[in-house]
């Protein structure tokens, strides 16, 4: 998935339009690598592969988006809005155990 958001973040480079939709593109790579892809990384039962996955993730959204925590549309209401806007690196990888935990008790599937 890495290659396909590096190919939607050069498509807007290409098009000279990545500032008029800026704030757009960095919320659809923060809700993918910090919700949709971050919660299948969890449930990956390799240590080593689940650490390099989520390694790849969080530091892709950094290195593309660095200041992701401003987007305007995190400001939105919602969990997960919110839970984005306060994620760090240490709970980035410390939720890990407790996404793990709900999935396992069928409470997340």
Do not use: H, Q
């Amino acid at each position: 998935m890495i290659a396909v958001f590096k190919g939607i973040k050069n498509f807007y480079l290409e098009k000279k339009a990545l500032d008029e939709y800026k704030e757009e593109i960095e919320y659809l790579f923060i809700r993918f690598f910090l919700g949709n892809s971050y919660l299948r990384a969890c449930r990956i039962i390799d240590n080593d592969v689940r650490n390099e996955t989520l390694d790849k993730g969080w530091n892709f959204l950094n290195d593309n988006f660095p200041d992701f925590k401003k987007n305007k549309y995190l400001a939105n209401s919602g969990l997960k809005n919110k839970y984005f806007k306060i994620i760090t690196r240490r709970s980035y990888y410390s939720n890990v155990y407790l996404f793990k935990l709900l999935y396992k008790l069928g409470i997340m599937k």
